[in-house]
Structures are given as C-alpha cells and as structure tokens.
C-alpha cells in the first residue's frame, strides 16, 4: 500500500478517497490524437503487464475473425476483412488490464483488510491484479477468506430461497457479459420470480433506446460501419471518440477521405476530434495528421435541443426561399407523421434566444445549417453528453427530428448511431437483460421453457439503489461492473449495498464494489475475454453484439489467470441449479457443456437469431434486422414520429455552476488504466475540476487551487472534497470532474424524464475554496 494511501485512510471515512496528489503536473492539452504517444502508451501497458512474448501473441488475436473480442468498447470490426493491427490504446490498455500478471489471491486478501483496501484509489486497487478463487467475507468480518465454489454457490441459493420475496433480489448486469452468460442470466432470474434486471446500459443509453423506439420502432441505432464511409456530414454530439471509441477516427479519417464534413458538439474541444495519426499507417505518424473536424461548436452543457432548434429553424427558412431544395418533402409526407406540428413549434421559438441559450457564434450554426441544407447522407453520432440529462430522452428525439426532416434515415450513408460504452451491452439488451420483459419475449419463454415468467416491472438502475438503501432490496448480485463506482450519489448507493444480507460480485479483478459490501459477501471470479473457456463438450466460443447490431464470435485462448476460475455461463447455471433445485425445467448442466445448446434457445425466444450457430461461425457474424436501417418504421403507425420537445432549462445563480462528468484517456468506465489525461494535459491527478479562465478570475481561483464541490438538491447537500482547479476551454458556468470521483454529486432522487438515466451531466454545483 503506498504511503498516499497510508495517510487517506486517516483522514477519509468515505466511499471514495478523498486525497489530491501533491504531484500533479498541467502541460499544454494535445490538437492531435493517436500517433507515436499511442502506440507507446498501448506498448508499455500490455508489455508492462503481460511481458513482451505472451503480449504480442494476445495482440495478434484482438478483433481477429479467429480471436477475442475487445473488452474495451462497442465500436464495430470492419465486415469483411481484419488489418492485423485491429485494435487502439485503449483496447490494448484493456487487454493488458484483464491479462496482467499480477495475482489478488488468498495471500493478498488475507495481508489486506477490507477497511484497508477501502482507502486505496481505483486505480490502485486496479493494480492488485486477477482474482484467483472464490472469496468471502462473513458477517463481521474483516478479511475475505477463500470459500470453496460448492459453498459459495449453495450459500447463495440458501440466502435467495430465504427471501420472503424474489423481488427483493437485485441482479445487475455489465455489459461485458457475453450473450450467453446474459440469456442465462435473465432466463435464471425470471425463473426464479423476478423482473429485477438493471444494467449498465439504465445509466448510459437508456434514453436513446427511449427515443429511438418512440420516434423509429427501435431502440438501436441504424447505420453500419459502411455507412460512415458513403456519408456527406458526420455530425458528433457529446461524445468523445479520441478516448472513449478510439478506432472511431479511424473511420473518421476514412470518411473524410471520402468526402464527409464532420460537425463536433462539444463543451470542450477534445483531441481526438480535431486531428488524428493513424497508428496503422506508420509514414502517416510522421507528418502532422489528419484533421478531423471542420465545423466545432463549442456548446454550452445540455443546450442541444437549443442548437438543433435553431439548425431546424434556419433549415425550414432555407426550405421557404427555396421550395423542395432543403427538406425531403416526400420522405417527410410518406414516411414519417407529425411534422406540421413540429414546424409549428418551431416558428414560436425566437432565434436569437436559441443561438443566445447555445454560446454558439450565430455566424458557425449558420455554417452547419448551410451545409446540410444541400446534403441529405448525414449521420448523427452521440454518446452520454446527450443522455445522461433530465431531458436525455428529449435530445436524442430532437435529433431525430433533424434526420426525418432530412430523409437521412433509412438510406446509405445516413441514420443514427447512438455509440455504445461497453463492448456487449447492446447484445446484454437484446437478449433479455431488461427490467421491463418485453411481452413477445415473455410469450417465447413460456412457450420454450415451460414456465409463466413474472410480468411485474422490475427495479432499474435508479430504483435498485433506491430499493436497497430503503430496505427493500436484501441482496445483489453483479455480473461483472463494479456497481457503487459506476453509479450515482456513490455514498447513498454504498449505504444501499451495505444494508443488503448478501452481495454477491462476478468478477476478474477488484474493485470498490467488493469493498462497499452486504452482510455477507462473495466474489466469484470468471474467465476473462482473452482466456480458453473448456467445458464438458471441449473448447467453446461465445458471441456479442456491437453497436452497429453485429452479433459475433470472440474466442479468448490464453491460459485461465487461475485454474480455479469459471466461465460466467457456468457460474450462472450453478446458482441457478442450488437456487431452483428441482423447481426449474432448464437443463443447466446441458447448456454449460456446450454453449450451441444456449444459442439454440436465444434463437428460439429472440427475434433475429435464425440459424445463430451458424451464421455466428461465418467470419465477422451477421447482422441482426433493424428496420430503421431500412426506412421501415415498427413503430405502432409504421410511420417514424416527428415529436416535440422543449431546450432544457438551468438557472444558474451567479456562484453555481453546470457540471458534466467525464472519462480520463487514462480510464475506461469504471477501470483506471493510469494517472494520466494525456490529451488534455493534466497529469497524477484524477481530482480536478476543468473550469473557464474568467470564471476562476470571478471567483478568485488559482491554478490547481484545491477545493471541496458541492451540489444542493432537496435539501441535501453532497460534498466532493479536495479538487485541483485546472483553467481549459469550458463555456462560462460550466466545469467538468472525472468520472467516478465526482458521482457523488449526481443526487440519486433527479433522473432523466422517460428514461430513468441518471443525471451525471448536468449537475448544478458550488465551489467551495478550502480556509
Ligand atoms: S475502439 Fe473500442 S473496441 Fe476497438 S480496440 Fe478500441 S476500445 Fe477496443
């Protein structure tokens, strides 16, 4: 344990540690990313944590038709062919992380108290290394103790049939679960008597599968990886590709070869919209690389809707001046309902106001408005700057309103594409992992397993936390995340598990969740992505599904970290079986020895699955159906919905400010790969706050200044203590902190309207100099 550490667990009684580094380090914030820095940052993680030999032999396997499939993020493979380096930085950060060398075995928990480990940094307790066997901690205890797995699964199915009501289990999903493990899982828990099926996507995309089913029938995106290359305007919205889906600018540049403008909005401008070098193409790292973005709108947080209101509004005058030149009239009249309202709306808003609300220069939504006017192959890509807001559902709808107004949905090169964080949590959806059973799915269920699934709704992400910290919920168990650091208002979520009998984490590595723990605790380790899954049957592969609908093999082959570790498949089976005993009509034992057999299910009971196992064998997999793709709208009319929403509203008093959360190029989600945001030049330190240069002269702040947040809501006041100011390009009254430090400022009783995501990037905060 560092000596950092040492002193934090002094001084700190939170979830989180609280103490900034002494050596933090600000340097001028990158204009181009990838490059050199790239393949030396991915270099020494996977050679640093896996050794040069068995590094290189697992980087050759990475995104390969024959391989695994990145743990990292839901960005698409090219459909026919594979470059032999198919991967980013922070793909081979993610590989290195799961692959690492370094053990947490009995040794480790037995030297290491749970009080102990608590004060450790994310970061540090990242670096412990791989799980090797099943642990538990005992009521009252202090230490986790090896446990055998016979034990560990009958003390589970003892501790589930002992609840008064299956809904008071919570089973929370990750989207690294493949979609076996998934199916399993939620085929397991409705057996068992409950909808409680939060997951990760409830805090990422929920809104969009909310805006995108109301509006297109599907709650997915539309375009493929093609379409990126036939399109005219790319337009990004709050995301930020260069750290989060690296191999995005890849496509980018592409795109932009073939003619694309790209459109950035972004509070801050991020490095790795403004220029990249490929890493693939080694002559391209030596000259200055490739500029992505033509048009940045540096947009004030949660003013989307206000931006696109007014785009909207300079379209239609567009469309006035010259009729049938702007808008695609037939599109709107054949294929889509409720425009006129829409543009009546839209006449009511004052232009000034909308342009006023943005801080956007008039003169640059000009531009964009001009551009799309003459073109229709336009995609629009977003990410968490656009959901994870009270009105979250309200900016994916707004944008759809811009691509039906423009036909772009439906045809080559056009569409939305909403970009997944994690690797599988679409195929975690589609599969089932939802608390709202969708009724064909239930019908399938019942019909294949024999069985009447409950149809009561079940607890969401937001309504878990509730559930638990009221009592309600007794037990949890997460397959695979770290629930309390992903979560909001981290302290009322880590009170919530603590009051729960038994929490029960499927793991590869440690992390704050196994510290902010029930009564009783388990942590079950699994197989990871790149590691040989071998069961009754012989060698098996598993399937996920990427953002583009994709669903597709990934084949680790590298030695277990542990010969004590399971797949999650058969872990999931396991409990199931001690839980339902002779109660269940599912062979689990026949779908653990050959993962075929789950396929043949999921094709049974999900739609789009025909002949799974083998289409899934063809090289890059296939395609799942998704009627916006093909301009067939399943929405209830069969027409797509124009709808009408309203620009969010924050009134800020002259000392409160807009905060978003956002990821380090150091971390993904959760897991923190290193210290380090090296495109924005900050450096050692995760607690700081990015604030305007006028803003800190207003409030008579200094550079890397420490300083407690605070956020107000209800009443209740949540403290964040000891951030370093750091001066960057922000809009005034807007800051941005890392993600998870800064979540327990995200207040657990404010969600998004009609999608229930939390609110992490627009929290209303003070500032508070420390005496
Ligand atoms: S873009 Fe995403 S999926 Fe691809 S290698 Fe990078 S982290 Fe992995």
Same mark, same amino acid.
């Given at each position: 344990m560092s000596d950092k550490s040492k002193s934090s667990a002094k001084q700190s009684s939170k979830v989180q540690p609280e103490e900034p580094s002494s050596e933090i380090e600000l340097s001028q914030r990158k204009k181009v990313a990838a490059g050199f820095p790239a393949v030396a940052s991915s270099a020494k993680h996977v050679y640093g944590e896996v050794g040069i030999i068995e590094g290189t032999k697992l980087m050759a396997k990475i995104n390969q038709f024959d391989g695994f499939d990145c743990p990292g993020c839901a960005w698409p493979d090219p459909d026919d062919h594979r470059s032999v380096v198919e991967f980013c930085e922070n793909g081979a950060k993610a590989v290195a992380e799961e692959a690492t060398a370094a053990r947490a075995d009995a040794a480790f928990f037995r030297k290491h108290a749970v009080a102990e480990l608590l004060q450790q940094t994310d970061y540090e307790l990242g670096k412990s290394g791989r799980i090797t066997e099943p642990m538990v901690l005992r009521p009252n205890g202090t230490h986790y103790q090896p446990i055998s797995w016979v034990e560990a699964f009958q003390l589970i199915g003892r501790q589930l049939k002992s609840l008064a009501d299956p809904n008071e289990a919570i089973f929370y999903t990750s989207g690294r679960t493949s979609n076996e493990a998934a199916f399993l899982y939620q085929l397991f828990v409705r057996q068992y008597g409950t909808n409680n099926l939060p997951d990760c996507s409830n805090m990422c995309h929920e809104s969009s599968g909310v805006g995108l089913t109301e509006t297109l029938g599907i709650g997915k995106g539309s375009v493929t990886l093609d379409d990126f290359y036939q399109a005219k305007v790319i337009i990004i919205m709050g995301q930020n590709p260069g750290t989060n889906h690296p191999r995005m600018l890849s496509a980018l540049q592409k795109a932009k070869k073939n003619g694309a403008k790209i459109v950035s909005v972004n509070p801050l401008p991020e490095a790795g919209l403004l220029s990249f070098k490929n890493p693939q193409k080694p002559l391209e790292?030596? =000259?200055? =690389?490739t500029s992505l973005t033509d048009i940045f709108l540096p947009v004030r947080i949660n003013a989307d809707v206000a931006l696109l209101k007014a785009i909207m509004k300079m379209l239609l005058a567009k469309e006035a001046e010259r009729p049938g030149t702007v808008l695609d009239q037939d599109f709107i009249q054949t294929k889509t309902e409720g425009f006129a309202e829409v543009k009546q709306d839209l006449l009511q808003y004052d232009l000034d106001e909308l342009i006023q609300q943005t801080g956007v220069e008039q003169e640059v939504i000009e531009e964009v408005a001009s551009l799309l006017a003459k073109e229709s192959k336009i995609i629009v890509c977003w990410a968490m700057g656009l959901t994870q807001h009270k009105n979250g559902v309200d900016n994916v709808r707004e944008i759809v309103n811009l691509l039906l107004m423009k036909g772009s949905i439906g045809k080559p090169g056009a569409g939305t594409c909403p970009v997944r964080g994690h690797s599988n949590v679409q195929g975690d959806r589609t599969v089932g992992i939802w608390e709202k059973l969708k009724p064909e799915l239930a019908r399938k269920l019942e019909e294949h397993f024999q069985f009447t699934p409950p149809k009561e709704e079940g607890y969401n992400t937001m309504s878990a936390i509730e559930a638990m910290a009221s009592g309600k919920a007794k037990f949890f168990m997460g397959l695979g995340g770290n629930f309390v650091s992903a979560s909001p208002d981290t302290e009322y979520t880590a009170q919530g598990l603590q009051q729960c009998d038994m929490t029960v984490q499927v793991s590869t590595k440690l992390n704050r969740s196994h510290l902010t723990h029930g009564k009783t605790a388990l942590i079950l380790p699994c197989l990871g992505r790149t590691e040989l899954d071998v069961q009754e049957s012989g060698t098996q592969f598993l399937t996920v599904e990427n953002s583009t609908g994709v669903v597709h093999k990934t084949q680790g082959g590298k030695q277990p970290a542990s010969r004590h570790l399971l797949s999650e498949p058969k872990i999931v089976a396991e409990i199931a079986k001690a839980t339902l005993g002779s109660a269940t009509t599912v062979d689990w034992n026949g779908m653990v020895a050959n993962y075929d057999t789950i396929r043949n299910a999921i094709e049974k009971t999900v739609d789009g699955f025909d002949n799974y196992n083998k289409r899934v064998r063809n090289p890059g997999g296939f395609y799942l159906p998704n009627g916006a793709r093909e301009g067939n709208f399943t929405t209830d009319s069969g027409k797509a919905h124009f709808t009408i929403n309203q620009p969010a509203n924050h009134p800020l008093a002259e000392d409160e400010f807009l905060m978003m959360t956002i990821r380090s190029h150091d971390q993904y989600n959760t897991t923190i790969y290193g210290l380090h945001d090296r495109y924005r030049g900050i450096y050692h330190e995760r607690r700081v706050v990015l604030m305007n240069a006028s803003d800190m002269q207003k409030m008579k702040l200094s550079q890397e200044e420490v300083v407690d947040l605070v956020s107000e809501y209800d009443g209740e006041k949540r403290v964040v203590r000891n951030f370093r100011v750091v001066s960057y390009p922000i809009p005034p009254q807007c800051v941005a902190t890392y993600f998870p430090e800064a979540n327990g400022l995200v207040p657990h009783t404010r969600s998004a309207h009609g999608s229930e995501q939390p609110i992490s990037k627009s929290v209303v905060i003070k500032i508070k100099p420390k005496c």
């Open positions: 790292m030596l =000259g200055t =690389g």
